[in-house]
């Protein structure tokens, strides 16, 4: 079998990436001077961990069913078999060395049954193989199961429909420049705002892609009313920017579904029976259905793959239904979203107009950087505060409630002389990510060749976040910022705190109801066990615990303590007390919602 295609899936390959992808160099780390004029270390570090993730890529072989084998486990085991033969290939080829053996730049081809990491000069590719044959066999199996079915649905957003949408974002960033710098801006404002993890990378993609391409949809249909202002196409990051906060503000996400179609791929007849299907998901009480109805042309249910010469079933149902946000934001962090945009925005246009008419710089740059920084009522307005180890920050200047870089946004010379090199705060995180954690950090000697492999994608806050947010996702929403995860906040669905009556299929995380018993009424959620259960699985990685809503404290046991200690272990401080370890900000122009519109969300 030949390779037919390399295909790219990640985003740092299609210009949407917050920071590009930065090559780790054992010879020449970053902030080691070769300059003869320099005094030349007798060591230097490099990283021994990487928060960044590989670059993904997938190979597409030539279709030939004949060759492969006709049940999906012998499949795996043959893909397997297949990036083996290819990692011995890249051995004899680039001189890498698969095993135990590592190379003279201390890496080494690692394979396992999904995947090779493959490292070339600094970089480290994660290949995969396209699977067209197993989805051909899952598509005509006469009666899948369900986890059959799952798996088919698996394959295809990971391998199929990402391949598609890597394609129609990389033509738009290429086509558009401004493009891949407002998602940037997008990707750090959502971040700044603890909702990472919680809105998908791919929806932020779209919703720029409709931003630079609604010009074109208006030109081709003339009654349309522009929906995000002016009919001409954003020709700088910060006009693309504010047409993006403007879109997520001005769009009915109640009423009616966001279409993204760049390349013009859906009929008027695909464009009624999305609306159509729209209007029977949300139902009489428009609450039914994914709250961020975002659907592309990639979503078609029942489509002909050209690529695997066969009809691929999108979806369980012959229904328009969205690939990315099918399942994330749920309704109230998408309503979060939508008013964090509305205050950004108004504060943007207000500082750009006050900017003009009063002709002095001053500190524009710090009201510009408002919008990226959380203020005190934000925080206020968690139940719960997670304070995590700085020792596992890796760039501090990224956090939500950092002020120490005030004003830092220009570029700033090192020296006098023309030859000084520009630090920016860029440069200055890309560095930091090149270089990993501090505490992981190895010594390399000049006369000691290779080393230990890299770890690449190391993140323990992201992983706990994940973990706490699967196990705990009827409980709470876990709010976080995944560039500098220094506070993880909690905040209690609204029944949580609601009696209901006992089951013993649901006791879990119950607990009686002490005052007013009723017969349908007896028990509570147990958030006290919740909060118990998050601090000894974060134990490694939390330092500080703080409980801002104490409703679920009883108060005999605080009035033991003065109101001002633990209870299972955990701090319980009062909401307005200063929060240990946080510096925050009171500027209420930062773009964050208070205490009523969270509450309201929930």
């Known amino acids: ?5 390399v295909e790219g899936l990640c985003p740092s390959l299609r210009y949407s990436s917050l920071f590009p992808p930065c090559p780790m160099l054992d010879h020449n780390p970053i902030g080691y001077n070769d300059s003869k004029s320099s005094k030349k270390k007798k060591h230097h570090k490099t990283a021994g961990v990487l928060s960044t993730d590989p670059i993904h890529i997938q190979i597409r072989f030539e279709s030939c069913t004949s060759k492969w084998p006709t049940d999906v486990n012998a499949m795996g085991a043959a893909k397997c078999a297949l990036l083996t033969q290819i990692a011995d290939g890249l051995d004899t080829e680039l001189k890498l060395v698969v095993g135990s053996k590592t190379s003279s730049s201390g890496t080494k081809i690692l394979v396992t049954p999904l995947y090779m990491d493959v490292p070339y000069r600094g970089y480290c590719f994660r290949v995969s193989i396209r699977p067209n044959e197993e989805l051909i066999l899952l598509e005509n199996l006469k009666s899948p199961t369900k986890e059959a079915l799952e798996l088919k649905r698996v394959l295809l957003r990971k391998h199929i429909i990402s391949a598609s949408h890597h394609t129609t974002i990389h033509a738009i960033n290429t086509r558009h420049p401004a493009a891949s710098a407002t998602t940037r801006l997008a990707q750090r404002w959502l971040h700044a705002h603890m909702l990472s993890g919680l809105i998908p990378l791919e929806a932020l993609e779209l919703l720029v892609a409709k931003v630079f391409t609604l010009a074109e949809e208006e030109e081709d249909n003339k009654s349309d009313i522009s929906i995000v202002g002016g009919s001409r196409t954003p020709g700088s990051a910060f006009s693309g920017f504010l047409r993006f906060l403007q879109l997520l ?20 007849i695909d464009v009624q029976t999305i609306h159509s299907q729209f209007e029977m998901l949300r139902g009489k009480n428009k609450n039914g259905g994914p709250p961020m109805f975002l659907i592309s042309s990639h979503d078609k249910p029942n489509r002909t793959d050209k690529k695997l010469k066969v009809g691929v079933t999108s979806t369980d149902t012959d229904v328009w239904m969205p690939t990315y946000t099918r399942q994330n934001p749920e309704r109230m962090v998408l309503a979060r979203a939508v008013e964090l945009a509305k205050r950004s925005y108004d504060h943007l246009i207000q500082t750009t107009m006050s900017c003009c008419d009063n002709k002095k710089k001053g500190n524009e740059d710090d009201a510009y950087a408002a919008i990226f920084r959380e203020n005190s009522s934000s925080l206020q307005s968690y139940s719960v505060l997670l304070r995590a180890d700085h020792n596992l920050i890796v760039d501090p200047d990224c956090s939500s409630m950092n002020r120490s870089n005030d004003g830092s946004l220009l570029i700033h010379n090192q020296s006098e002389n023309s030859g000084a090199d520009l630090h920016t705060p860029f440069s200055r995180s890309m560095e930091r990510l090149a270089m990993g954690h501090k505490f992981a950090q190895k010594k390399l000697y000049r006369n000691v060749e290779g080393g230990d492999a890299v770890l690449y994608g190391w993140q323990p806050i992201r992983d706990f976040v994940q973990s706490l947010r699967h196990r705990y996702k009827n409980y709470a929403v876990f709010f976080y910022n995944e560039l500098a995860p220094d506070v993880i906040g909690i905040l209690w669905r609204p029944t949580v705190f609601t009696s209901q009556s006992y089951s013993a299929m649901t006791s879990e995380y119950k607990c009686p109801v002490v005052d007013k018993w ?6 509570i959620c147990n958030s006290e066990e919740i909060l118990g259960e998050i601090k000894t699985l974060g134990r490694d990685l939390i330092v500080d615990v703080k409980i801002l809503d ?24 009062d909401k307005h007390k200063k929060i240990k370890g946080v510096v925050v900000e009171d500027d209420s122009s930062s773009g964050s919602s208070s205490d009523d519109d969270s509450d309201s969300d929930s």
Do not use: F, Y
Not at 518 to 523: H, P, R, T
Not at 554 to 571: L, M, P, Y
């Open 249 to 268: 503000v001005s769009h009915d996400w109640v009423r009616q579904p966001l279409i993204v179609d760049p390349q013009h791929h859906l009929t008027d």
């Open 1 to 5: 079998m030949s390779i037919e295609a």
């Open 518 to 523: 009723q017969a349908d009424s007896l028990v």
């Open 550 to 573: 104490d409703r679920s404290v009883k108060r005999k046991h605080i009035s033991e303590h003065d109101g001002n200690d633990c209870v299972n272990g955990v701090k319980v401080n």
